[in-house]
């Protein structure tokens, strides 16, 4: 997928009435009100927004082997949230950025590879996995818990580099096998 850097412009404006002899006076007032902070411009005052693509780049397409780390990213990912829940109740909520947007059947794709619809242990796709300590008790599990309503869309860098495809076909692959990796923890 190419990479495009596209410049936004937004210009404030505000019209403000000076009491003055003529026209070049007037300016000067406005010029010095505005240079001694006596009129600040605010969002209130936006005027008007360009969107084009940046003048160093080729027709909006970023040049190969140019840096753009510096640049800010607009991401379209998905952040997934995933609970643990001890067996004493205390709860982790977990998080994973992941790139592109998830259509409902991927969702659905998911939460039915999930041991009974709901369960999942995250290592076993590549997901991180917080608990409540850094120390396990009697309490902990393997298992997480995850629900269709956990997708939601974002723009954030993601956190690993797998497609909804290939995140689909993980969890489809660990169907009827989560207990497996529960044996191992």
């Known amino acids: 997928m190419a990479k495009f ?8 404006a505000r019209t403000v009435i000076v009491d ?29 927004r360009e969107i084009f693509p940046a003048a160093w780049s080729k027709n909006g397409k970023v040049p190969e082997n140019k840096d753009v780390s510096f640049y800010e990213h607009l991401y379209e990912t998905t952040c ?6 001890d067996a004493d109740n205390y709860k982790k909520i977990n998080r994973i950025i992941v790139p592109g947007r998830y259509t409902d059947d991927q969702i659905n794709e998911i939460i039915s590879s999930l041991s009974e619809g709901q369960w999942f242990i995250p290592s076993m796709v590549g997901f991180p996995e917080e608990k ?39 969890f489809k692959s660990m169907k009827g096998h989560w207990e497996e990796g529960a044996l191992l923890c």
């Open 5 to 12: 850097a596209i410049r936004i412009k937004e210009t404030l």
């Open 20 to 48: 003055s002899d003529d026209l070049d006076e007037a300016m000067q007032k406005v010029e010095n009100a505005v240079s001694e902070n006596n009129i600040i411009l605010t969002s209130d005052d936006f005027d008007e």
């Open 80 to 85: 997934i949230y995933y609970l643990y829940r």
């Open 132 to 170: 409540i300590d850094d120390k396990e008790t009697d309490a902990d599990h393997p298992w997480f818990e995850l629900e269709a309503s956990d997708f939601e869309p974002s723009n954030e860098k993601p956190d690993i580099d797998k497609s909804p495809e290939e995140i689909v076909a993980l």
